[in-house]
């Protein structure tokens, strides 16, 4: 490509950035879904402290999705907070906290409308993503997210005064929502018994593919070269499936550090 075609003038409105870079109007797949409940600490390692409670260290309690852009190498994260309600043990919803009496009241689970949860629910449905896949046998089952693929859209983050959060860094910050549900991963939603023609299979491309690429590739790279290696294979949603999940990189020719693989 020739420098010309890579210039852009700057000046013309229709070349303006919108929203906050990183995952603003890109389109990333979500590679893992699950209700948490996480001590909070400041950039440091520091405990931040709940401000009612000084003695006590503040809690995040509610959904972390983390996901892949088209166009990036790393993974991250992102998260929306679900208010006072507890994520259950399994990490798939929430569950009422106890009452004075510490007994758990049997009404239904419900989102406070200005909760990040209530937010994320509300861009979620709006995008065209079916959530009823998220409760299953009336339960909650927030990894049904996983292997979505969303454009998400950035939204600037806001202090108490109403005002624009920065970073130490001086940059602003932004929290990001789905705008527009573009595709789903069937094979990563639910792990699933493997065979072990499937697994041959998938431990095969894996060697391939990396032995085509120097002995390393990276997450977001590996998903991408599986995915074109396997393009007219019916099993290759299987395969991308299957080495998202962590039991499936042991007693394998291959090491995983973080989100790079690397041939032993």
């Given at each position: 490509?020739s420098?010309?075609?890579?210039?852009?003038?700057?000046?013309?409105?229709?070349?303006?950035?919108?929203?906050?870079?990183?995952?603003?109007?890109?389109?990333?797949?979500?590679?893992?879904?699950?209700?948490?409940?996480?001590?909070?600490?400041?950039?440091?390692?520091?405990?931040?402290?709940?401000?009612?409670?000084?003695?006590?260290?503040?809690?995040?309690?509610?959904?972390?999705l983390?996901?892949?852009?088209d166009?990036?190498?790393?993974?991250?994260?992102?998260?929306?907070?679900?208010?006072?309600?507890?994520?259950?043990?399994?990490?798939?919803?929430f569950?009422?906290?106890?009452?004075?009496?510490?007994?758990?009241?049997?009404?239904?689970?419900?989102?406070?409308?200005?909760?990040?949860?209530?937010?994320?629910?509300?861009?979620?449905?709006?995008?065209?993503?079916?959530?009823?896949?998220?409760?299953?046998?009336?339960?909650?089952?927030?990894?049904?997210?996983?292997?979505?693929?969303?454009?998400?859209?950035?939204?600037?983050?806001?202090?108490?005064?109403?005002?624009?959060?920065?970073?130490?860094?001086?940059?602003?910050?932004?929290?990001?929502?789905?705008?527009?549900?573009?595709?789903?991963?069937?094979?990563?939603?639910?792990?699933?018994?493997?065979?072990?023609?499937?697994?041959?299979?998938?431990?095969?491309?894996?060697?391939?593919?990396?032995?085509?690429?120097?002995?390393?590739?990276?997450?977001?790279?590996?998903?991408?070269?599986?995915?074109?290696?396997?393009?007219?294979?019916?099993?290759?949603?299987?395969?991308?499936?299957?080495?998202?999940r962590?039991?499936?990189?042991?007693?394998?020719?291959?090491?995983?550090?973080?989100?790079?693989?690397?041939?032993?």
């Amino acid at each position: 490509m020739s420098d010309e075609k890579k210039v852009v003038n700057p000046f013309d409105e229709s070349n303006f950035l919108t929203g906050g870079g990183i995952w603003d109007g890109k389109t990333v797949t979500i590679t893992g879904a699950k209700t948490v409940d996480e001590l909070i600490s400041d950039g440091q390692g520091n405990p931040v402290m709940d401000f009612k409670d000084p003695s006590k260290q503040s809690h995040f309690r509610g959904l972390v999705l983390t996901g892949i852009a088209d166009d990036a190498e790393n993974e991250r994260r992102e998260q929306y907070s679900a208010g006072s309600l507890i994520p259950t043990d399994d990490g798939e919803g929430f569950r009422l906290p106890p009452g004075p009496d510490g007994r758990v009241s049997d009404k239904p689970v419900r989102f406070h409308e200005s909760s990040g949860m209530a937010e994320f629910s509300r861009r979620l449905g709006a995008s065209g993503f079916d959530v009823s896949k998220l409760l299953v046998d009336g339960k909650l089952k927030v990894s049904a997210l996983t292997g979505a693929r969303f454009v998400m859209r950035g939204q600037p983050k806001k202090d108490k005064e109403g005002k624009q959060k920065v970073s130490k860094k001086g940059y602003d910050e932004f929290r990001f929502f789905p705008e527009k549900f573009v595709g789903y991963r069937e094979g990563l939603v639910a792990p699933a018994p493997v065979s072990n023609v499937l697994r041959d299979k998938a431990i095969s491309t894996v060697v391939t593919v990396l032995g085509e690429n120097g002995g390393t590739l990276g997450r977001a790279e590996m998903v991408r070269k599986i995915s074109a290696a396997l393009a007219k294979d019916a099993d290759a949603n299987k395969v991308i499936a299957l080495i998202s999940r962590d039991e499936f990189h042991k007693d394998v020719p291959w090491t995983r550090d973080g989100t790079s693989y690397r041939l032993s």
